[in-house]
């Protein structure tokens, strides 16, 4: 049976020869996407030297260094201001962070993308981190380049799984424009956008990111973005124990951040006032954080850059697990437009800034770096995302086996303690649920010959209204059967009656159907699934071959439950397969006679 022309047709993978123009078509939008980046990092530049400091130029700065005073606090709520009415009257998507509203484009929207958002989303973005907003540009990015992304797929022919790996393309491209982390980009986009681990969209995502880093070294820059000083290779036990506890306690930041970002967004939902102004409000929070702590503000890559080098004070290191989380859980709960990467950096970076100081010294920067991936991997549970992405932005290869203890652990801890990430909770909140868990169906290893039923009946083809009493007898015997397959004498299998019209059947064969929809027993019961959801039928004959077409067996929904059973089965039930026997176990007490 497994040299059958079904079983030799089955393979490791599903894709087809219709990968290829699919991937060229994303390395365009990788190179197109690093363009992108490279215009939003301007746009933030000329706002932030335009409201802080008067000035038309595009470089990147710090709206630390202002000499604005206490008009400061004005700047994050005009900002704030603006994007309000921009969300209002433009499109109500800007809002936000960006990769929730991606999730939300590839899961619910058919992976389509207002073309306005391809323009509003940047923009506003731009405004709110030039206006000091504590935001990174990744967020923005990954949606920006996944809305043009979408649109260009959009001007093909294209199913919607094609244009779901365009866009996921164009935002893992944007983020490997940014940091300069194409590989990073490429485990964001399987652990957080598509939802699937299938070459047909891991091979275009993944050559849209490497061309968009290849083409960033000649728009934006090389990498890395934050170098460090070479750590050692070996850390030791109190190292290793180091790195859990920091795991450990970046697990408990990132629950804080994320129950501290809905709390705030919950309280303004109470407020009785549109949901135009609430970005204002958190504009005025983050003003008045400015004031207290100026380094809280925007981007802040030139603080990230300084945390890793380990020639932070104290004071620093405060202000930004104060002010700097504060600011960002109000202004991000308001519904203002922004990333979260880089916050999540700083916060991390600080949190190890504060474990230097009572963890073993392993060189400069080497605490905050790990405590760095372990945010990542806690607040957004993409623990493989977090590793790599600090590997690429420090390209300190000694980190990985600290950075992998780190990021699982405080990975463990957030899916032990919450049901969703500050991601999926976003998604969650709008009335739909996903499961980010990747697994093996059942219905691809288990196989129609694994749960169809042999015990049936079968009406002979040349049957008349002589034999109807005693096969209608036979037919009903069976309660559970309710399709019956129509036979020659060696078995060749005609065509399928129903059981409702078995008296039609016999009478006049009216509920003969000739070209009666099979299966066959080395099909997995995955395409079992789809041949029944494509025609409609939920039960299917199963033959052995297309030519002899040999009944062996009826297949149907039920039958497919025992996959399932069986999944259900592995996960729930224990036992004990191995015993230790002692060696005097088999000798009985006897007992004392006198």
Same mark, same amino acid.
């Given at each position: 049976?497994?040299?059958?022309?079904?079983?030799?047709?089955?393979?490791?993978?599903?894709?087809?020869?219709?990968?290829? *123009?699919?991937?060229?078509?994303?390395?365009?939008?990788?190179?197109?996407?690093?363009?992108?980046?490279?215009?939003?990092? /301007?746009?933030?530049?000329?706002?932030?030297?335009?409201?802080?400091?008067?000035?038309?130029?595009?470089?990147?700065?710090?709206?630390?260094?202002?000499?604005?005073?206490?008009?400061?606090? #004005?700047?994050?709520?005009?900002?704030?201001?603006?994007?309000?009415?921009?969300?209002? =009257?433009?499109?109500?998507?800007?809002?936000?962070?960006?990769?929730?509203?991606?999730?939300?484009?590839?899961?619910?929207?058919?992976?389509?993308?207002?073309?306005?958002?391809?323009?509003? /989303?940047?923009?506003?973005?731009?405004?709110?981190?030039?206006?000091?907003?504590?935001?990174?540009? @990744?967020?923005?990015?990954?949606?920006?380049?996944?809305?043009?992304?979408?649109?260009?797929?959009?001007?093909?022919?294209?199913?919607?799984?094609?244009? /779901?790996?365009?866009?996921?393309?164009?935002?893992?491209?944007?983020?490997?424009?940014?940091?300069?982390?194409?590989?990073?980009?490429?485990?964001?986009?399987? @652990?957080?956008?598509?939802?699937?681990? /299938?070459?047909?969209?891991?091979?275009?995502?993944?050559?849209?990111? +490497? !061309?968009?880093?290849?083409?960033?070294?000649?728009?934006?820059?090389?990498? *890395?973005?934050?170098?460090?000083?070479?750590?050692?290779?070996?850390?030791?036990?109190?190292?290793?124990?180091?790195?859990?506890?920091?795991?450990?306690?970046?697990?408990?930041?990132?629950?804080?951040?994320?129950?501290?970002? =809905?709390?705030?967004?919950?309280?303004? &939902?109470?407020? *009785?006032?549109?949901?135009?102004?609430?970005?204002?409000?958190?504009?005025?929070?983050?003003?008045?954080?400015?004031?207290?702590?100026? &380094?809280?503000?925007?981007?802040?890559?030139?603080?990230?850059?300084? #945390?890793? &080098?380990?020639?932070?004070?104290?004071?620093?290191?405060?202000?930004?697990? $104060?002010?700097?989380?504060?600011?960002?859980? +109000?202004?991000?709960?308001?519904?203002?437009?922004?990333?979260?990467?880089?916050?999540?950096?700083?916060?991390?970076?600080?949190?190890?800034?504060?474990?230097?100081?009572? #963890?073993?010294?392993?060189? !400069?920067?080497?605490?905050? +770096?790990?405590?760095?991936?372990?945010? $990542?991997?806690?607040?957004?549970?993409?623990?493989?995302?977090?590793?790599?992405?600090?590997?690429?932005?420090?390209?300190?290869?000694?980190? $990985?086996?600290?950075?992998?203890?780190?990021?699982?652990?405080?990975?463990?801890?957030?899916?032990?303690?919450?049901?969703?990430?500050?991601?999926?909770?976003?998604?969650?909140?709008?009335?739909?649920? #996903?499961?980010?868990? =990747?697994?093996?169906?059942?219905?691809?290893?288990?196989?129609?010959?694994?749960?169809?039923?042999?015990?049936?009946?079968?009406?002979?083809?040349?049957?008349?209204?002589?034999? &109807?009493?005693?096969?209608?007898?036979?037919?009903?015997?069976?309660?559970?059967?309710?399709?019956?397959?129509?036979?020659? @004498?060696?078995?060749?299998?005609?065509?399928?009656?129903?059981?409702?019209?078995?008296?039609?059947?016999?009478?006049?064969?009216?509920?003969?159907?000739?070209?009666? +929809?099979?299966?066959? *027993?080395?099909?997995?019961?995955?395409?079992?699934?789809?041949?029944?959801?494509?025609?409609?039928?939920?039960?299917?004959?199963?033959?052995?071959?297309?030519?002899?077409?040999?009944?062996?067996?009826?297949?149907?929904?039920?039958?497919?439950?025992?996959?399932?059973?069986?999944?259900?089965?592995?996960?729930?039930?224990?036992?004990?397969?191995?015993?230790?026997?002692?060696?005097?176990?088999?000798?009985?007490?006897?007992?004392?006679?006198?």
């Amino acid at each position: 049976m497994k040299n059958s022309a079904a079983f030799r047709e089955l393979g490791d993978f599903t894709a087809t020869i219709r990968v290829i *123009p699919i991937a060229l078509l994303a390395m365009c939008i990788g190179v197109f996407s690093t363009f992108v980046a490279w215009a939003l990092l /301007k746009l933030i530049g000329l706002f932030t030297n335009l409201f802080y400091f008067g000035t038309i130029s595009t470089a990147l700065s710090s709206p630390a260094g202002n000499h604005l005073g206490w008009w400061a606090v #004005l700047v994050p709520m005009g900002g704030a201001l603006v994007i309000g009415f921009m969300a209002r =009257y433009g499109s109500e998507r800007i809002r936000g962070h960006g990769i929730p509203e991606a999730i939300e484009s590839i899961l619910i929207n058919g992976s389509r993308v207002q073309p306005r958002l391809a323009i509003l /989303k940047p923009l506003s973005s731009a405004i709110s981190i030039g206006s000091g907003g504590p935001f990174g540009a @990744e967020g923005p990015i990954i949606m920006t380049g996944g809305a043009f992304g979408s649109m260009i797929a959009q001007f093909f022919h294209l199913t919607n799984a094609e244009r /779901k790996t365009l866009l996921v393309a164009g935002a893992a491209a944007g983020m490997a424009a940014t940091f300069a982390s194409p590989v990073a980009a490429i485990l964001l986009a399987v @652990e957080l956008l598509l939802f699937e681990w /299938k070459p047909r969209s891991a091979i275009p995502v993944a050559l849209a990111s +490497v !061309a968009a880093g290849a083409a960033r070294r000649y728009v934006i820059g090389l990498g *890395p973005l934050f170098p460090v000083p070479p750590h050692p290779i070996f850390i030791g036990p109190e190292g290793l124990l180091g790195c859990a506890l920091a795991g450990l306690l970046a697990g408990m930041l990132s629950g804080l951040l994320t129950l501290g970002v =809905y709390a705030v967004e919950d309280a303004f &939902q109470k407020l *009785p006032i549109h949901w135009m102004w609430w970005p204002a409000i958190g504009g005025l929070v983050v003003g008045i954080g400015g004031l207290i702590f100026p &380094q809280a503000l925007g981007v802040g890559y030139d603080t990230i850059g300084s #945390l890793l &080098q380990g020639d932070v004070p104290r004071y620093m290191i405060a202000g930004i697990l $104060l002010v700097k989380s504060i600011i960002w859980i +109000v202004s991000l709960g308001s519904g203002t437009s922004g990333g979260v990467l880089a916050p999540l950096l700083m916060m991390g970076g600080a949190l190890g800034g504060v474990e230097a100081m009572f #963890l073993p010294n392993e060189g !400069a920067g080497f605490w905050p +770096v790990v405590s760095m991936a372990a945010i $990542l991997g806690g607040t957004m549970r993409s623990p493989f995302t977090g590793i790599v992405f600090a590997l690429e932005l420090t390209h300190d290869i000694n980190l $990985l086996l600290p950075l992998t203890v780190a990021a699982f652990i405080a990975h463990a801890f957030t899916t032990l303690t919450l049901k969703r990430s500050i991601l999926t909770e976003k998604v969650a909140r709008r009335g739909y649920h #996903l499961s980010r868990e =990747y697994a093996v169906d059942p219905l691809e290893i288990l196989f129609a010959r694994d749960v169809m039923r042999t015990n049936i009946v079968a009406l002979p083809a040349n049957s008349g209204p002589l034999d &109807q009493p005693r096969l209608l007898n036979e037919a009903h015997g069976q309660l559970g059967q309710m399709l019956y397959p129509v036979v020659t @004498e060696n078995g060749r299998l005609e065509g399928v009656v129903t059981r409702t019209k078995l008296r039609d059947f016999f009478n006049g064969r009216d509920g003969l159907h000739e070209d009666a +929809v099979v299966c066959y *027993p080395d099909e997995p019961l995955r395409l079992v699934v789809y041949r029944m959801a494509e025609t409609g039928r939920t039960r299917l004959p199963v033959i052995d071959d297309p030519e002899s077409r040999k009944l062996i067996g009826i297949i149907s929904l039920d039958d497919l439950l025992k996959a399932r059973i069986r999944d259900f089965d592995e996960e729930r039930r224990r036992e004990r397969v191995l015993r230790i026997r002692l060696p005097f176990s088999r000798l009985r007490h006897v007992p004392e006679t006198r």
